[in-house]
T-cell receptor
Framework: DQQVKQNSPSLSVQEGRISILNCDYT??????FLWYKKYPAEGPTFLIS?????DKNEDGRFTVFLNKSAKHLSLHIVPSQPGDSAVYFC???????????????FGQGTILTVHP | DTGVSQDPRHKITKRGQNVTFRCDPI?????LYWYRQTLGQGPEFLTY????????KSRLLSDRFSAERPKGSFSTLEIQRTEQGDSAMYLC??????????????FGAGSRLTVL
């Protein structure tokens, strides 16, 4: 039962253009969403997050959009740079009873390649 | 702060042997998590500690797996009678307590297990 899905295994983008990574979820209890980036031989690194009370969160070149009715979120990277080439994971958390903890459900990941 | 440290980085063992992984979290983080990642998949939650108390274990954690955090600082994950299906990357992460920050995990580089 894949509760968080990233349906695109890979994405190739030209430097300077926009990268859009997508993620769908099925569990309506999820109320906090995160994107992680992973380089080879390193652990995942936190990138950006969004609470379900918002529909957009921006941090520099990175923006995450959340559409709760569609159970869909996306990560926009503008402009894309070669150093952004990595595996991107979307993750979700269900924070029951107001107690937050890091039991995250991850998607399968999308390999982003940014060409110079 | 050197981040989350894991040791060893790579372990090759024969089926039936026991292995132990160690994780040293960020010192001011009182939550510690273990995740497992197999090829082509995102990390999957195994268990987590708040201080020395193990508060949740996934169904993925069979009785051959045991995790401890005896003094609320470092943690060990032991796998007894290893099977080839245990081959994976074992990721440790830590976080603060409370609020959305508890969902933002800092991961180590992982310990890769290969069972022959």
């Amino acid at each position: 039962d894949q509760q968080v899905k990233q349906n695109s295994p890979s994405l190739s983008v030209q430097e300077g253009r926009i990268s859009i990574l997508n993620c769908d979820y099925t569990n309506s209890m999820f109320d906090y969403f995160l994107w992680y980036k992973k380089y080879p031989a390193e652990g995942p690194t936190f990138l950006i997050s969004i609470s379900s009370i918002k529909d957009k969160n921006e941090d520099g070149r990175f923006t995450v959009f959340l559409n709760k009715s569609a159970k869909h979120l996306s990560l926009h990277i503008v402009p894309s740079q070669p150093g952004d080439s990595a595996v991107y994971f979307c993750a979700a958390s269900a924070n029951a009873g107001g107690t937050s903890y890091g039991k995250l459900t991850f998607g399968q990941g999308t390999i982003l390649t940014v060409h110079p | 702060d050197t981040g989350v440290s894991q040791d060893p980085r790579h372990k090759i063992t024969k089926r039936g042997q026991n292995v132990t992984f160690r994780c040293d979290p960020i010192s001011e983080h009182n939550r510690l998590y273990w995740y497992r990642q197999t090829l082509g998949q995102g990390p999957e939650f195994l268990t987590y500690f708040q201080n020395e108390a193990q508060l949740e274990k996934s169904r993925l954690l069979s009785d051959r797996f045991s995790a401890e955090r005896p003094k609320g600082s470092f943690s060990t994950l032991e796998i007894q009678r290893t099977e080839q299906g245990d081959s994976a990357m074992y990721l440790c992460a830590s976080s603060r307590t409370g609020g959305s920050g508890a969902n933002v995990l800092t991961f180590g580089a992982g310990s890769r297990l290969t069972v022959l």
